[in-house]
Structure formats: C-alpha cells, structure tokens
C-alpha cells in the first residue's frame, strides 16, 4: 500500500459518520440543538433548523447555516444535510475527538449524511484533516461500511493531499 492510499486508509477509518462515534463515549451523551428557528413537518418526515446552527453529542460539533434532518416512519433519522444559505455565510464545520485524543475536522459548503448507507459526502471546497494530514477537493466521499474515501474536484480544479513524516 502505497503512503497516499495509507493516509487515505487511515483517515477513513478515523473518519466518523454520525451513528458510529470516534470517542466511544459519545454516543452516550444527548444530542443539543441550537438555531435561531426550526420548523417540524410529521408528515413530511421533516424537520429544519436554521441560522447558527450548532449540533452537539460529547465531543461531536456540528456548525452551519441550514440543517434539514429527514426521518423514515420509525422516526429514525434517514438523512442530514448541512449546508450554507449563501455564498457569503461561513462554511458547514464539523469536528469530533478519537478515542486517541485526535481531533479530526471537515469542513465544506454542503456535508450530507445518508445513515442507511452509512456514506457521508462533503460538497463544494471540502476539507478532512486529522493532526497536519489533509485532503481538500470540490467533492470528498466518505464510505464508513468500506472505510473508504474518494476526492474529486472539477475540470479545472486538482484534489490536494499533504501528508506529514510521523514523530
């Protein structure tokens, strides 16, 4: 295995998706919403908050302008997306702790969470960095079930990976 495809490995695998928490504790913990106003819709499956959005579980954040949460009829969460109103508004931010004391963040314009596929894509200038270790890309794909992730960019655009020499 080559260095990129061990970065890309490790990072997969330290990657989280929403279900399955870095910090073993955190799935414990409440899950706390702030925005400056939410709508709910039961038929619909549906619920939106928006403005400063601000999403936490233990050591979990979540950050962003708009977020929409879809539900099945169980009212088990189907699908997140998080995303910026506008080109002006910061980008989604999303940080966690491993169990290792690690942080690892992302950062991009849209994040979605498909839990039945357990796939979390970053749109529109994405960022995953771990420590100095980063991949940045118009679009990252991250598959939790194979531990793998794809970067992609545009036509014009490169993917970009900076790995640092271990300690």
Sequence with gaps: ??????????????????????L????????????????????????????NVVIKQGSMQLKAEKVTLTYDDKREIEMVIAESVNDKSPAVQFEQTLDTKERVKAEA??????????????????KI???KDKITGEH??????????????TKSGRIKVTIEPPK
Excluded: C
């Design 24 to 51: 073993s504790t955190d799935q414990d913990k409440a899950i706390e919403i702030e925005a400056d106003s939410a709508s709910l819709d039961n038929q619909q499956g549906l619920t939106m908050y928006l403005g």
């Design 1 to 22: 295995m080559n260095k990129i495809s061990q970065v890309l490995f490790l990072l997969g695998f330290t990657l989280i998706a929403a279900n399955v928490p870095a």
């Design 129 to 131: 960095w771990k420590n």
């Design 109 to 126: 314009r849209l994040m979605e969470y498909h839990k039945q596929k357990n796939l979390l894509h970053l749109k529109k200038s994405a």
């Design 140 to 153: 990252i794909m991250y598959d939790a079930r194979k531990g793998k992730i794809t970067a992609s960019s």
